[in-house]
């Protein structure tokens, strides 16, 4: 039991939170690579992602572990996220602060789901029953290289003054 409910009822929820937070959190992304803040996605993606890592922080441990370190450091970095885009409005080198802290809450949240389907799905575990293996390297790899590009083109996409295409016409003219 944990928190009064069943263990396998509280990991589902703590699945569906997680899943959740990782589908919104590809939402927003989507939208910061348009250049649109997207602000009830963001805040759905945030919320989910800190209930994410809180929750994890519920099942029994005796020492700490990769998995609550990770938690940590999601937090640390949607703490830093959510501070740049609700109390500092985004202003100046804030924006770019924004869009890597919250590529990189979302990332440890695909990585996380990465190192549990390598666990749980029985064809992904024997292809690397200890996740030292190379199949599982590769697909940590690939997951890393999407993100560091996902990163590089919303921090370059998602710019401080937007210019509306009408405005630009008109000054063009």
């Not at 928190?3 to 959740?20: D, F, N, P, R, W």
């Not at 869009?99 to 029985?122: C, H």
């Not at 401080?160 to 003219?173: H, I, L």
Request: no cysteine; aromatic share 10%; net charge positive.
């Amino acid at each position: 039991m944990i928190h009064g409910i069943s263990t396998a009822t509280y990991t589902l929820v703590h699945v569906l939170i997680s899943l959740v937070g990782i589908g919104t959190g590809f939402v927003a992304m989507y939208g910061l690579l348009g250049g649109k803040p997207l602000d009830r996605w963001t805040a759905v993606f945030f919320t989910t992602t800190a209930l994410t890592s809180v929750s994890g922080f519920g099942f029994p441990f005796d020492h700490l572990t990769p998995a609550n370190k990770v938690g940590i450091i999601s937090l640390v970095v949607l703490a830093i996220a959510i501070v740049a885009r609700y109390a500092l409005h985004l202003a100046g080198g804030w924006r770019r602060t924004y869009v890597i802290s919250a590529a990189i809450a979302l990332y440890l949240n695909t990585f996380v789901l990465v190192v549990q389907s390598f666990e749980k799905v029985p064809a992904l575990k024997a292809m690397a029953p200890t996740q030292k293996e190379p199949p599982f390297l590769v697909a940590q790899l690939a997951v890393l290289a999407l993100f560091v590009l996902l990163t590089i083109f919303a921090a370059k996409r998602f710019r401080s003054d937007p210019v509306p295409a009408a405005r630009s016409a008109s000054k063009a003219a």
